[in-house]
């Protein structure tokens, strides 16, 4: 089994800027990708960015391009999400994703991997 603690979410003004972080424990030898989701009550879950465990590869949604870096820190078994001129818009909570199937994550219908963390809030507001 996998377990994902998130960190990092809070109350930001609009332009404001947050970092995500999630750590990964367990059983993490099958993990090969990691991702942030967001869901906003009444809208679907949304990928937000995935990276791949050892070749760093990205992925990003389109609202977010230019503004939210992904990264991993393998060390540490953990993943950054750096998010910069942030939105009302972007007002979510957001969930830590790993599995071990990489097309999950850079291919539609982008289902992410088996493992979540609990989820943190980032609201975006004056």
């Known amino acids: 089994q996998v377990q994902l603690v998130e960190t990092g979410g809070g109350l930001v003004q609009p332009g404001g800027s947050l970092r995500l972080s999630c750590v990964a424990s367990?059983?993490?030898?099958?993990?090969?990708?990691m991702a942030w989701y967001r869901q906003t009550p009444g809208k679907q879950r949304e990928l937000v960015a995935a990276?791949?465990?050892?070749?760093?590869?990205?992925k990003y949604a389109d609202s977010v391009k230019g503004r939210f870096t992904i990264s991993r820190d393998n060390a540490n078994n953990a993943v950054h999400l750096q998010m910069s001129g942030l939105k009302p818009e972007d007002t979510a909570v957001y969930y830590c994703?790993?599995?071990?199937?990489?097309?999950?994550?850079?291919?539609?219908?982008?289902?992410?991997?088996?493992?979540w963390g609990q989820g943190t809030q980032v609201t975006v507001s004056s």
């Open positions: 994703n790993a599995g071990s199937a990489v097309v999950g994550f850079f291919f539609p219908p982008y289902a992410g991997g088996d493992y």
């Open positions: 990276i791949t465990r050892r070749a760093g590869n990205t």
């Open positions: 367990g059983n993490i030898s099958n993990i090969n990708a």
